[in-house]
């Protein structure tokens, strides 16, 4: 009998634990409460206002340059450089290295908010968070992680420095 029962609470604490791990490993998507949510919100809900803010951030030539000073505050000069060099990448694969009037040269998406309209809605849930950098994951539909984004802390305030689409 006792042997029974210390098998029953072993067999307990194991399926407990079990189920706490779920929990723990389940994200939880909100409206932006730190500080580093707040300044990605801001972001995707201008990059969505704003078209010229992907010309900006993918260096079309013949982009309206008038605003680039206002965005480039919302971005590291690593990340302007490997989006423009991933644009100039598709541009020589798809379109022999120059702008086709008509036809699809480079990424065909907003390269910030990973999406081709406008979302409308935002949810984060922030992965890791340092005074240095944060990792967070942002939904539309509190489903799902439909991009990873990583800001890095400056003198300035936070700045994004990598984005991760969900899809290839």
């Given at each position: 009998?006792?042997?029974?029962?210390?098998?029953?609470?072993?067999?307990?604490v194991f399926?407990?634990?079990?189920?706490?791990?779920?929990?723990?490993a389940q994200?939880?998507?909100?409206?932006?409460?730190?500080?580093?949510?707040s300044q990605?919100?801001?972001?995707?809900?201008?990059?969505?206002?704003?078209?010229?803010?992907?010309?900006?951030?993918?260096?079309?030539?013949?982009?309206?340059?008038?605003?680039?000073?206002?965005?480039?505050?919302?971005?590291?000069?690593?990340?302007?450089?490997?989006?423009?060099?991933?644009?100039?990448?598709?541009?020589?694969?798809?379109?022999?290295?120059?702008?086709?009037?008509?036809?699809?040269?480079?990424?065909?998406?907003?390269?910030?908010?990973?999406?081709?309209?406008?979302?409308?809605?935002?949810?984060?849930?922030?992965?890791?968070?340092?005074?240095?950098?944060?990792?967070?994951?942002?939904?539309?539909?509190?489903?799902?992680?439909?991009?990873?984004?990583?800001?890095?802390?400056?003198?300035?305030?936070?700045?994004?420095?990598?984005?991760?689409?969900?899809?290839?």
């Amino acid at each position: 009998m006792f042997l029974r029962d210390c098998l029953n609470i072993i067999v307990l604490v194991f399926f407990l634990s079990i189920c706490v791990q779920n929990a723990e490993a389940q994200e939880t998507y909100n409206a932006a409460s730190t500080a580093a949510e707040s300044q990605l919100d801001a972001l995707l809900k201008f990059a969505d206002a704003d078209t010229d803010m992907s010309d900006f951030v993918l260096n079309i030539p013949k982009r309206q340059s008038t605003k680039d000073q206002q965005f480039a505050s919302y971005f590291t000069s690593s990340f302007l450089a490997r989006m423009s060099y991933k644009e100039r990448q598709l541009v020589q694969r798809d379109c022999g290295g120059h702008y086709i009037e008509g036809e699809l040269c480079g990424i065909d998406y907003n390269p910030i908010t990973c999406a081709q309209d406008n979302l409308g809605t935002y949810f984060y849930h922030t992965e890791k968070e340092n005074p240095y950098n944060a990792t967070i994951s942002f939904s539309y539909d509190r489903e799902r992680n439909f991009a990873v984004y990583t800001l890095v802390k400056t003198h300035t305030g936070w700045k994004l420095n990598n984005v991760e689409c969900a899809f290839p």
